[in-house]
Protein backbone atom coordinates (compact mmCIF):
# COMPACT_ATOMS: atom_id res chain seq x y z
CA UNK A 1 0.00 0.00 0.00
CA UNK A 2 1.55 3.86 -0.42
CA UNK A 3 2.12 5.58 1.86
CA UNK A 4 3.46 9.13 2.53
CA UNK A 5 5.50 10.60 4.57
CA UNK A 6 4.71 13.20 8.07
CA UNK A 7 6.81 13.86 11.14
CA UNK A 8 5.49 13.30 14.05
CA UNK A 9 8.01 15.17 17.40
CA UNK A 10 10.66 15.33 14.61
CA UNK A 11 10.28 11.59 13.65
CA UNK A 12 9.55 10.78 9.76
CA UNK A 13 6.10 8.86 9.50
CA UNK A 14 4.19 7.00 6.97
CA UNK A 15 0.78 6.82 6.38
CA UNK A 16 -1.94 5.23 3.98
CA UNK A 17 -2.14 6.72 0.35
CA UNK A 18 -5.33 8.94 0.85
CA UNK A 19 -5.35 9.67 4.32
CA UNK A 20 -4.04 12.81 5.72
CA UNK A 21 -2.07 13.28 8.88
CA UNK A 22 -4.41 16.03 10.52
CA UNK A 23 -6.99 13.31 10.24
CA UNK A 24 -4.60 11.42 12.63
CA UNK A 25 -4.67 12.21 17.14
CA UNK A 26 -2.77 10.50 19.48
CA UNK A 27 -3.97 10.87 22.83
CA UNK A 28 -3.42 9.75 26.73
CA UNK A 29 -0.13 12.05 26.47
CA UNK A 30 1.81 9.18 23.83
CA UNK A 31 3.46 11.30 21.12
CA UNK A 32 6.59 12.22 22.53
CA UNK A 33 7.57 8.72 21.94
CA UNK A 34 6.93 7.40 19.15
CA UNK A 35 9.38 4.43 18.76
CA UNK A 36 8.67 2.19 21.07
CA UNK A 37 8.81 -1.25 19.10
CA UNK A 38 11.25 -3.59 21.14
CA UNK A 39 12.52 -7.27 21.12
CA UNK A 40 12.08 -6.75 24.97
CA UNK A 41 9.35 -7.26 26.77
CA UNK A 42 8.39 -3.45 27.74
CA UNK A 43 8.54 -0.34 25.78
CA UNK A 44 11.56 1.91 25.38
CA UNK A 45 12.34 4.67 23.70
CA UNK A 46 14.79 4.33 20.32
CA UNK A 47 16.61 6.47 18.72
CA UNK A 48 15.44 9.01 15.84
CA UNK A 49 18.11 6.49 13.50
CA UNK A 50 16.48 3.20 14.03
CA UNK A 51 15.29 1.33 11.41
CA UNK A 52 12.58 -0.06 13.32
CA UNK A 53 9.14 0.00 11.74
CA UNK A 54 7.24 3.33 13.10
CA UNK A 55 5.01 2.19 16.62
CA UNK A 56 2.06 4.15 18.21
CA UNK A 57 3.69 6.16 20.97
CA UNK A 58 4.12 4.76 24.08
CA UNK A 59 2.54 6.41 27.53
CA UNK A 60 4.30 6.02 30.86
CA UNK A 61 1.68 3.72 32.35
CA UNK A 62 2.04 0.84 29.35
CA UNK A 63 2.82 -2.81 30.68
CA UNK A 64 1.57 -4.79 27.56
CA UNK A 65 4.94 -6.55 26.21
CA UNK A 66 5.62 -5.32 22.56
CA UNK A 67 7.51 -8.65 21.83
CA UNK A 68 5.61 -11.39 20.13
CA UNK A 69 4.36 -13.97 22.26
CA UNK A 70 2.58 -17.00 20.16
CA UNK A 71 0.99 -18.29 23.44
CA UNK A 72 -1.78 -15.29 23.01
CA UNK A 73 -3.87 -13.63 20.57
CA UNK A 74 -1.72 -9.88 20.64
CA UNK A 75 -4.12 -7.64 18.32
CA UNK A 76 -4.61 -3.91 17.61
CA UNK A 77 -8.04 -2.73 18.55
CA UNK A 78 -10.06 -0.51 16.40
CA UNK A 79 -12.95 0.39 17.94
CA UNK A 80 -15.66 1.22 15.14
CA UNK A 81 -18.64 3.62 16.39
CA UNK A 82 -19.16 6.36 14.29
CA UNK A 83 -17.98 5.15 11.19
CA UNK A 84 -19.55 1.71 10.57
CA UNK A 85 -18.50 0.59 7.25
CA UNK A 86 -15.63 -1.96 5.50
CA UNK A 87 -14.74 0.91 3.17
CA UNK A 88 -13.26 4.33 2.71
CA UNK A 89 -13.11 4.22 6.57
CA UNK A 90 -9.54 6.44 6.96
CA UNK A 91 -9.71 4.93 10.74
CA UNK A 92 -10.00 1.68 9.57
CA UNK A 93 -7.24 1.79 7.39
CA UNK A 94 -4.68 3.54 9.41
CA UNK A 95 -5.00 0.22 12.05
CA UNK A 96 -4.26 -2.25 9.32
CA UNK A 97 -1.25 -0.01 8.54
CA UNK A 98 -0.16 -0.47 12.20
CA UNK A 99 -1.12 -3.41 12.72
CA UNK A 100 0.84 -4.51 9.80
CA UNK A 101 3.90 -2.34 11.23
CA UNK A 102 3.68 -4.17 14.42
CA UNK A 103 3.24 -7.26 12.42
CA UNK A 104 0.07 -8.72 14.32
CA UNK A 105 -3.68 -9.22 13.22
CA UNK A 106 -6.13 -6.23 13.67
CA UNK A 107 -9.52 -6.83 15.54
CA UNK A 108 -12.59 -4.40 15.21
CA UNK A 109 -15.16 -4.40 18.03
CA UNK A 110 -18.08 -2.42 18.43
CA UNK A 111 -20.14 -2.05 21.80
CA UNK A 112 -23.69 -1.31 21.83
CA UNK A 113 -25.62 -0.01 24.81
CA UNK A 114 -29.67 -0.51 24.84
CA UNK A 115 -29.95 2.83 27.46
CA UNK A 116 -27.97 4.96 24.74
CA UNK A 117 -30.29 8.24 25.24
CA UNK A 118 -32.99 8.56 22.25
CA UNK A 119 -32.47 5.15 21.23
CA UNK A 120 -34.96 2.27 20.15
CA UNK A 121 -35.84 -0.38 18.10
CA UNK A 122 -36.15 1.92 14.90
CA UNK A 123 -32.55 2.89 15.24
CA UNK A 124 -30.89 -0.24 16.15
CA UNK A 125 -32.86 -2.19 13.68
CA UNK A 126 -30.59 0.18 11.04
CA UNK A 127 -27.75 0.04 13.03
CA UNK A 128 -27.66 -3.79 13.29
CA UNK A 129 -28.62 -4.08 9.48
CA UNK A 130 -25.47 -1.92 9.18
CA UNK A 131 -22.92 -3.92 11.42
CA UNK A 132 -24.39 -7.22 9.96
CA UNK A 133 -23.14 -6.32 6.76
CA UNK A 134 -19.45 -4.65 7.88
CA UNK A 135 -19.11 -7.95 9.58
CA UNK A 136 -19.03 -9.74 6.86
CA UNK A 137 -17.17 -7.21 4.54
CA UNK A 138 -14.34 -7.28 7.16
CA UNK A 139 -14.17 -10.59 7.47
CA UNK A 140 -13.87 -10.87 3.29
CA UNK A 141 -10.76 -8.41 4.13
CA UNK A 142 -9.79 -11.14 6.88
CA UNK A 143 -10.61 -9.06 9.56
CA UNK A 144 -12.68 -10.15 12.73
CA UNK A 145 -15.20 -7.88 14.05
CA UNK A 146 -16.51 -8.53 17.01
CA UNK A 147 -20.06 -6.85 18.71
CA UNK A 148 -20.52 -6.78 22.37
CA UNK A 149 -23.28 -5.61 24.26
CA UNK A 150 -21.78 -2.96 27.04
CA UNK A 151 -23.70 -3.92 30.16
CA UNK A 152 -23.60 -2.50 33.74
CA UNK A 153 -24.98 -4.74 36.12
CA UNK A 154 -25.98 -3.76 39.97
CA UNK A 155 -27.59 -0.50 41.41
CA UNK A 156 -28.15 2.46 38.74
CA UNK A 157 -27.42 -0.04 36.40
CA UNK A 158 -29.52 1.12 33.70
CA UNK A 159 -28.77 4.91 34.38
CA UNK A 160 -25.10 4.47 34.48
CA UNK A 161 -24.79 2.08 31.83
CA UNK A 162 -24.88 4.53 28.67
CA UNK A 163 -21.66 6.57 30.48
CA UNK A 164 -19.81 4.10 31.40
CA UNK A 165 -20.51 0.61 29.90
CA UNK A 166 -19.07 1.23 26.55
CA UNK A 167 -15.74 2.57 27.70
CA UNK A 168 -15.49 -0.64 30.20
CA UNK A 169 -15.87 -2.68 27.28
CA UNK A 170 -13.58 -1.12 25.05
CA UNK A 171 -10.85 -1.29 27.61
CA UNK A 172 -11.62 -5.05 28.86
CA UNK A 173 -11.48 -5.46 24.59
CA UNK A 174 -8.19 -4.33 24.99
CA UNK A 175 -6.48 -5.99 27.80
CA UNK A 176 -7.85 -9.56 27.05
CA UNK A 177 -5.97 -9.41 23.07
CA UNK A 178 -3.32 -7.41 24.98
CA UNK A 179 -3.59 -4.65 22.65
CA UNK A 180 -0.42 -2.83 22.14
CA UNK A 181 -2.22 0.35 20.36
CA UNK A 182 -6.15 1.47 20.29
CA UNK A 183 -7.34 3.34 16.87
CA UNK A 184 -10.93 4.96 17.40
CA UNK A 185 -12.70 6.70 14.78
CA UNK A 186 -13.41 10.84 16.35
CA UNK A 187 -16.62 11.81 17.36
CA UNK A 188 -18.38 15.21 18.42
CA UNK A 189 -21.36 14.67 20.53
CA UNK A 190 -20.85 15.34 24.47
CA UNK A 191 -21.33 11.36 25.65
CA UNK A 192 -19.21 9.98 22.84
CA UNK A 193 -16.48 12.37 23.63
CA UNK A 194 -17.05 11.39 27.26
CA UNK A 195 -16.79 7.78 26.11
CA UNK A 196 -13.36 8.66 24.26
CA UNK A 197 -11.60 10.45 27.08
CA UNK A 198 -12.62 7.73 29.80
CA UNK A 199 -11.48 5.37 27.63
CA UNK A 200 -7.76 6.83 27.20
CA UNK A 201 -8.42 7.51 30.91
CA UNK A 202 -8.67 3.41 31.87
CA UNK A 203 -6.87 2.06 28.98
CA UNK A 204 -3.29 0.61 29.03
CA UNK A 205 -2.17 1.22 25.58
CA UNK A 206 -1.52 3.94 23.41
CA UNK A 207 -4.45 5.74 21.71
CA UNK A 208 -5.01 7.20 18.10
CA UNK A 209 -7.66 8.91 17.39
CA UNK A 210 -8.60 9.32 13.76
CA UNK A 211 -10.97 11.56 11.82
CA UNK A 212 -13.05 10.04 9.13
CA UNK A 213 -16.60 11.33 8.97
CA UNK A 214 -15.87 15.32 8.09
CA UNK A 215 -14.18 16.40 4.83
CA UNK A 216 -11.98 18.69 6.43
CA UNK A 217 -10.87 17.61 9.79
CA UNK A 218 -12.94 20.56 12.67
CA UNK A 219 -9.49 21.52 14.12
CA UNK A 220 -8.33 22.36 10.67
CA UNK A 221 -11.04 24.55 9.73
CA UNK A 222 -11.22 27.03 12.95
CA UNK A 223 -10.38 26.16 16.48
CA UNK A 224 -13.02 28.27 17.17
CA UNK A 225 -16.83 28.56 16.40
CA UNK A 226 -17.69 29.88 13.08
CA UNK A 227 -20.36 32.62 12.95
CA UNK A 228 -22.13 31.54 9.88
CA UNK A 229 -22.26 28.93 6.47
CA UNK A 230 -20.54 31.41 4.62
CA UNK A 231 -17.34 31.76 7.33
CA UNK A 232 -17.31 28.27 7.12
CA UNK A 233 -17.12 27.64 2.85
CA UNK A 234 -14.17 30.24 3.05
CA UNK A 235 -12.60 28.38 5.70
CA UNK A 236 -13.08 25.20 3.72
CA UNK A 237 -11.88 26.46 0.34
CA UNK A 238 -7.92 26.13 0.72
CA UNK A 239 -8.24 22.77 2.43
CA UNK A 240 -10.52 20.56 -0.08
CA UNK A 241 -8.10 19.59 -2.32
CA UNK A 242 -6.05 18.14 -0.15
CA UNK A 243 -8.47 15.93 1.61
CA UNK A 244 -11.52 14.95 -1.17
CA UNK A 245 -8.73 12.38 -2.11
CA UNK A 246 -10.11 8.44 -2.74
CA UNK A 247 -8.89 6.44 -0.24
CA UNK A 248 -7.46 2.73 -1.41
CA UNK A 249 -7.92 -0.71 0.46
CA UNK A 250 -5.08 -1.91 2.36
CA UNK A 251 -4.00 -5.60 3.36
CA UNK A 252 -3.83 -7.32 6.33
CA UNK A 253 -0.95 -9.18 6.60
CA UNK A 254 -2.00 -11.51 9.73
CA UNK A 255 -5.85 -12.11 9.37
CA UNK A 256 -7.58 -12.24 12.74
CA UNK A 257 -11.04 -13.38 11.29
CA UNK A 258 -9.73 -17.05 12.37
CA UNK A 259 -9.85 -16.04 16.42
CA UNK A 260 -13.35 -17.38 17.70
CA UNK A 261 -16.08 -16.38 17.44
CA UNK A 262 -19.54 -16.63 18.98
CA UNK A 263 -22.13 -18.42 16.99
CA UNK A 264 -26.43 -19.60 17.54
CA UNK A 265 -25.46 -22.28 20.37
CA UNK A 266 -22.23 -21.06 22.04
CA UNK A 267 -20.80 -18.43 23.01
CA UNK A 268 -17.09 -17.04 22.11
CA UNK A 269 -14.54 -18.25 24.41
CA UNK A 270 -12.65 -15.11 24.17
CA UNK A 271 -15.62 -12.67 24.26
CA UNK A 272 -18.69 -14.02 26.05
CA UNK A 273 -20.89 -11.68 26.10
CA UNK A 274 -20.59 -11.41 21.92
CA UNK A 275 -23.76 -10.51 20.12
CA UNK A 276 -24.29 -12.91 17.24
CA UNK A 277 -24.96 -10.66 14.33
CA UNK A 278 -26.44 -13.62 11.35
CA UNK A 279 -29.71 -12.69 12.07
CA UNK A 280 -30.22 -8.63 12.88
CA UNK A 281 -34.12 -9.01 12.90
CA UNK A 282 -33.66 -11.66 15.61
CA UNK A 283 -31.20 -10.20 17.94
CA UNK A 284 -33.27 -7.08 17.72
CA UNK A 285 -35.99 -9.10 19.06
CA UNK A 286 -33.82 -10.90 21.76
CA UNK A 287 -33.00 -7.36 23.40
CA UNK A 288 -35.34 -7.04 26.72
CA UNK A 289 -34.42 -3.52 27.53
CA UNK A 290 -34.77 -2.09 24.06
CA UNK A 291 -37.09 0.79 24.00
CA UNK A 292 -40.12 -0.32 21.07
CA UNK A 293 -41.92 2.61 21.52
CA UNK A 294 -40.67 4.12 17.96
CA UNK A 295 -40.69 0.19 15.65
CA UNK A 296 -38.49 -0.69 13.07
CA UNK A 297 -39.32 0.64 9.28
CA UNK A 298 -39.18 -2.62 7.32
CA UNK A 299 -38.62 -0.69 4.50
CA UNK A 300 -35.65 1.55 4.81
CA UNK A 301 -32.35 -0.89 5.38
CA UNK A 302 -29.38 -0.20 6.87
CA UNK A 303 -25.81 -0.99 5.15
CA UNK A 304 -22.97 0.65 2.68
CA UNK A 305 -24.59 -1.33 0.14
CA UNK A 306 -27.80 0.35 0.32
CA UNK A 307 -26.48 3.60 0.98
CA UNK A 308 -24.38 3.22 -1.93
CA UNK A 309 -27.03 1.96 -4.16
CA UNK A 310 -29.16 4.74 -3.13
CA UNK A 311 -26.08 7.15 -4.70
CA UNK A 312 -26.12 5.57 -7.75
CA UNK A 313 -29.92 6.86 -8.06
CA UNK A 314 -29.79 9.92 -6.81
CA UNK A 315 -26.68 10.14 -9.55
CA UNK A 316 -28.67 8.33 -12.49
CA UNK A 317 -32.25 10.20 -11.75
CA UNK A 318 -32.29 13.01 -9.34
CA UNK A 319 -29.26 15.01 -9.32
CA UNK A 320 -29.78 16.44 -12.55
CA UNK A 321 -32.02 19.57 -11.38
CA UNK A 322 -30.94 19.25 -7.69
CA UNK A 323 -30.34 23.25 -7.83
CA UNK A 324 -34.26 23.75 -8.59
CA UNK A 325 -36.30 21.06 -7.10
CA UNK A 326 -34.83 20.11 -3.95
CA UNK A 327 -36.92 22.14 -2.10
CA UNK A 328 -40.05 20.71 -3.69
CA UNK A 329 -41.14 17.75 -1.00
CA UNK A 330 -43.66 16.19 -3.07
CA UNK A 331 -40.84 15.90 -6.24
CA UNK A 332 -38.59 13.63 -3.90
CA UNK A 333 -35.75 15.31 -5.56
CA UNK A 334 -33.22 14.35 -2.63
CA UNK A 335 -30.24 11.77 -2.14
CA UNK A 336 -32.11 10.02 0.94
CA UNK A 337 -28.62 9.50 2.19
CA UNK A 338 -28.78 11.35 6.08
CA UNK A 339 -29.76 7.76 7.91
CA UNK A 340 -26.47 6.54 6.22
CA UNK A 341 -23.93 9.46 6.65
CA UNK A 342 -25.53 9.68 10.37
CA UNK A 343 -24.69 6.03 10.99
CA UNK A 344 -21.29 6.29 9.30
CA UNK A 345 -22.36 3.51 6.59
CA UNK A 346 -21.20 5.85 3.58
CA UNK A 347 -18.28 8.42 3.68
CA UNK A 348 -19.24 12.01 3.10
CA UNK A 349 -15.75 12.17 0.70
CA UNK A 350 -16.82 8.99 -1.01
CA UNK A 351 -20.24 10.96 -1.80
CA UNK A 352 -18.84 14.38 -2.72
CA UNK A 353 -16.00 12.41 -5.15
CA UNK A 354 -18.97 10.59 -6.46
CA UNK A 355 -21.22 13.74 -7.14
CA UNK A 356 -18.16 16.28 -8.56
CA UNK A 357 -17.41 13.34 -11.05
CA UNK A 358 -20.46 12.60 -12.67
CA UNK A 359 -19.97 14.47 -15.37
CA UNK A 360 -24.11 14.23 -17.12
CA UNK A 361 -25.57 16.76 -14.25
CA UNK A 362 -24.96 20.42 -14.53
CA UNK A 363 -22.67 22.46 -12.30
CA UNK A 364 -24.57 24.53 -10.31
CA UNK A 365 -26.40 20.84 -9.29
CA UNK A 366 -23.54 19.61 -8.42
CA UNK A 367 -22.56 22.61 -6.34
CA UNK A 368 -25.44 22.64 -4.67
CA UNK A 369 -25.58 19.40 -3.70
CA UNK A 370 -21.72 19.76 -2.25
CA UNK A 371 -22.86 22.76 -0.52
CA UNK A 372 -25.13 20.71 1.88
CA UNK A 373 -23.05 17.64 2.29
CA UNK A 374 -19.99 19.60 3.00
CA UNK A 375 -21.06 22.75 4.22
CA UNK A 376 -24.26 22.54 5.86
CA UNK A 377 -23.71 19.44 7.78
CA UNK A 378 -20.23 19.94 8.70
CA UNK A 379 -21.52 23.14 10.11
CA UNK A 380 -23.64 21.30 12.27
CA UNK A 381 -20.69 19.27 13.77
CA UNK A 382 -18.88 22.14 14.19
CA UNK A 383 -21.66 23.81 15.98
CA UNK A 384 -22.03 20.98 17.97
CA UNK A 385 -18.06 20.42 18.99
CA UNK A 386 -17.29 23.99 19.37
CA UNK A 387 -20.51 24.00 22.13
CA UNK A 388 -20.09 20.90 23.81
CA UNK A 389 -22.09 21.60 26.82
CA UNK A 390 -24.48 23.88 25.24
CA UNK A 391 -25.36 22.73 21.79
CA UNK A 392 -28.62 20.25 22.65
CA UNK A 393 -29.70 23.16 25.44
CA UNK A 394 -32.02 25.96 25.44
CA UNK A 395 -29.02 28.15 26.82
CA UNK A 396 -27.38 27.05 23.23
CA UNK A 397 -29.33 29.07 20.90
CA UNK A 398 -28.63 31.99 19.66
CA UNK A 399 -29.34 35.23 22.16
CA UNK A 400 -31.37 36.68 19.35
CA UNK A 401 -33.28 33.56 19.04
CA UNK A 402 -34.15 33.38 22.85
CA UNK A 403 -35.40 37.00 22.99
CA UNK A 404 -37.87 36.02 20.10
CA UNK A 405 -39.03 33.14 21.78
CA UNK A 406 -39.53 34.78 25.57
CA UNK A 407 -41.20 37.88 23.44
CA UNK A 408 -43.72 35.26 21.67
CA UNK A 409 -44.39 33.58 24.57
CA UNK A 410 -45.85 36.41 26.21
CA UNK A 411 -48.00 37.05 24.01
CA UNK A 412 -51.78 34.85 23.22
CA UNK A 413 -51.72 31.93 21.62
CA UNK A 414 -54.35 30.91 18.51
CA UNK A 415 -53.68 27.38 18.72
CA UNK A 416 -52.09 25.75 21.59
CA UNK A 417 -51.47 21.78 21.72
CA UNK A 418 -50.72 19.18 24.09
CA UNK A 419 -47.15 17.27 23.00
CA UNK A 420 -49.22 14.17 22.00
CA UNK A 421 -51.54 16.36 19.54
CA UNK A 422 -48.09 17.36 18.00
CA UNK A 423 -46.41 14.34 18.38
CA UNK A 424 -49.55 12.41 16.09
CA UNK A 425 -49.59 15.20 13.81
CA UNK A 426 -53.79 16.68 14.91
CA UNK A 427 -53.18 20.70 14.60
CA UNK A 428 -54.70 22.91 12.15
CA UNK A 429 -51.83 22.70 9.49
CA UNK A 430 -52.56 20.34 7.11
CA UNK A 431 -48.93 20.29 5.83
CA UNK A 432 -47.56 20.52 9.53
CA UNK A 433 -49.33 17.14 9.86
CA UNK A 434 -48.29 15.58 7.02
CA UNK A 435 -44.55 16.62 7.60
CA UNK A 436 -45.20 15.16 10.77
CA UNK A 437 -46.76 12.18 9.60
CA UNK A 438 -43.93 11.34 7.72
CA UNK A 439 -41.19 11.59 10.37
CA UNK A 440 -43.37 9.35 12.67
CA UNK A 441 -43.72 6.63 10.32
CA UNK A 442 -40.53 6.69 8.00
CA UNK A 443 -38.49 8.62 10.03
CA UNK A 444 -37.58 11.23 6.94
CA UNK A 445 -38.53 14.47 6.64
CA UNK A 446 -37.86 16.40 3.06
CA UNK A 447 -34.58 19.02 4.45
CA UNK A 448 -36.87 22.07 3.56
CA UNK A 449 -39.93 20.73 5.24
CA UNK A 450 -37.51 20.94 8.85
CA UNK A 451 -37.48 24.53 8.48
CA UNK A 452 -41.20 25.12 8.35
CA UNK A 453 -41.63 21.92 10.61
Not at 43 to 69: E, G, H, L, M, Q
Not at 446 to 453: D, E, G, I, K, Q
Request: positive net charge.
Amino acid sequence: MATSPYTVSGRPQTLPSGVHHTRLKWLNGCEARLYSHTSSSSFSSRSSSSSSPPFAPASTNITTPVAKDSSVSRCVVYWMQRSVRSSFNHALEVAIHYANQLDVPLLVVYAIVTSYPGANERGFAFLFEGLHEAQASLANRGIRLVVREAKVVGENSTRGAAATAVPLTIVDTCKRVKAPLLVMDRAYERLLRTWREDVCARVACPVLMVESDVVVPVDVVSPQPLSSAAALRRAHAPFLSQYLLPLPEGSLRHPSHVLPACSASAPSPLFPDELEMHDPLALLSSLADLDRSVPRVSFKRGGSTQAKLLLARFLRDRLRGYQARRKEAAARHQSFLSPYLHFGHISPIYVALKVRQHASSTPQDRRRFCDELLTWREMAVHFVYHHRESYDRYEGIPRWARESLEEAAEGERRHAYSLTELEEGRTHDLLWNAAQEEMRVTGYMNNYMRMFW
